[in-house]
């Protein structure tokens, strides 16, 4: 019996030694995000508020040191040449505004056709300076830059050098769903929408689903425009935008 589980681990070590560094270190990297996006979540709101943003910057600046001290990834692959970042940064202006201008219409109008605002837990009750800090330090540096620079910059610069552009793509938007687990997982449930399991287990399927395709969307910026700009300035951007609007409405 020992001798088989011996012989099962020298297997399995010589199994993962086998694997390519390049491809180990994205895997690494991609079970890496997922233990702290998902390790976090754990925690309640009101304790998140109060580290998740300087815990995100602290490991988004070790994920960049690591990138460029030990992995020695370019700047191309991080998605971060200074030659692209404004025609980048250009184009996600222009996408989110896009974007952004339905659900601002409908968020305006709605009170014309179902008799009152739309409200958002988080939002609503803000204070003029408690909305100013989420969108301009909370929102964008703690999520909109965090998540592009780990995902569509480090992440996707790994698996890049891994296994190429469309390994690259599919790789980091199903670890951006996954990241979301937890956090999707407790807004199904807190919803009160569905309470049976199967209905719950749909509920937080489609929900990853959603967030993969969001993934996807935010890949392909950074593929079209080389550059991780386009996706910070539009995951920032349409989230800020319809945040202003169901406060102003409130």
Request: hydrophobic share 60%; aromatic share 10%; proline share 2%.
């Amino acid at each position: 019996m020992l001798y088989r589980e011996m012989a099962s681990l020298v297997a399995l070590r010589t199994s993962v030694a086998g694997v390519r560094p390049e491809l180990r270190t994205a895997l690494a990297l991609t079970a890496l995000l997922l233990l702290y996006g998902n390790g976090t979540s754990l925690f309640s709101d009101d304790a998140r508020a109060g580290f998740f943003l300087w815990s995100n910057l602290a490991l988004l600046a070790a994920l960049l040191a690591w990138a460029f001290a030990s992995v020695r990834l370019t700047t191309a692959e991080l998605g971060i040449d200074r030659r692209k970042l404004r025609a980048s940064a250009m184009f996600g202006l222009a996408l989110s505004i896009i974007v952004a201008l339905p659900p601002v219409l409908f968020i305006i109008l709605a009170p014309l056709f179902n008799g009152g605002a739309v409200e958002a837990d988080g939002v609503t009750d803000r204070s003029g300076a408690g909305l100013a800090f989420f969108l301009l330090v909370r929102q964008p540096l703690g999520t909109a830059l965090f998540e592009e620079a780990a995902f569509r910059g480090v992440l996707y610069g790994a698996w890049l050098r891994a296994a190429g552009e469309r390994v690259a793509f599919i790789a980091t938007s199903v670890a951006f769903s996954m990241w979301h687990l937890v956090i999707a997982s407790r807004t199904v449930v807190d919803a009160g929408v569905v309470d049976r399991s199967p209905a719950l287990a749909a509920g937080v399927a489609v929900t990853l689903a959603g967030l993969f395709v969001g993934g996807l969307v935010f890949a392909y910026l950074r593929w079209h425009t080389r550059s991780i700009a386009a996706a910070v300035v539009a995951h920032w951007l349409i989230v800020a935008l319809m945040t202003v609007a169901v406060w102003a409405m409130a």
